[in-house]
């Protein structure tokens, strides 16, 4: 038997990484339950003893690639953030309604939107069985909460909002809000666009915390993500 070729850490990485994005396409295509390691195998273009190589089992390897979505979510939205650039919307100097405003803009562009609702969606069943993947999924919601509690307690700071009810409630109802598209995203409602999305999540925003004015987004530029 012929030894198996050693790789760089590079490659190693490389691998991987085509192996977990493989397995979120089939779970976003098939769900978790009817996925094989066959077609994930097929899909990295690999084989199965190579999956099994770099991750053991099936249940190993889903439970890789839920939490690799998780992270990358995770870091997505603390992108969001960012002084300079707002996931990929370039930002002009603007208020703090305007920076809440980018990144509501932004919310529905991190990603494939179609597949990233599909793996949220699938993360959150499997969650309940596994409280690995329940530490992932709190992970997202933690950082969304993190997230627009400080730009909204930045805009209580400087006058820009005069909230109607108290942030965490805020919090929470954009929260919901970006999982109900979700949900119909995943389900594949044509009418649910980026643009649909953002402006909804936009007009909520500006009700929830007494921002006054015609909504619009022309002080970013968007960019593709």
């Keep these: 038997m012929s030894p198996r070729p050693q790789f760089s850490t590079t490659e190693v990485d490389a691998r991987r990484a085509a192996i ?53 979510t995770v870091d997505a939205i603390a992108g969001l953030t960012r002084k300079d650039s707002i996931a990929g919307l370039t930002r002009r100097q603007g208020t703090a309604w305007e920076t809440l405003q980018a990144s ?35 992970a997202v919601f933690d ?32 929260i919901a809000a970006i999982d109900g598209f979700d949900m119909a995203v995943a389900a594949g409602r044509s009418d649910v666009t980026p643009e649909r999305i953002a402006d909804s999540l936009e007009l909520t925003a500006r009700s929830l915390l007494g921002v006054h004015g015609r909504a619009t987004n022309s002080a970013y530029a968007s960019t593709t993500l």
Excluded at 45 to 63: I, M, P
Excluded at 117 to 128: D, F, G, R, T
Excluded at 148 to 173: C, K
């Design 104 to 138: 509501l803009q932004a919310v529905p562009r991190i990603g494939d939107l179609r597949r990233r609702s599909q793996v949220w969606l699938e993360l959150i069943a499997a969650s309940s069985r596994n409280g690995y993947l329940r530490d992932s999924a709190d």
């Design 20 to 72: 977990l994005e493989a397995a979120l396409d089939q779970i976003a295509a098939q769900g978790p339950e009817s996925v094989r390691m066959k077609d994930i195998a097929e899909a990295a273009g690999l084989s199965v003893g190579t999956l099994q190589y770099y991750f053991g089992s099936r249940e190993s390897l889903l439970v890789h690639a839920f939490s690799t979505h998780s992270s990358a």
């Design 143 to 174: 950082t969304w909460r993190a997230h627009f509690r400080t730009l909204i307690e930045t805009g209580i700071d400087d006058g820009s909002f005069s909230p109607h009810t108290e942030v965490d409630l805020i919090v929470d109802i954009l």
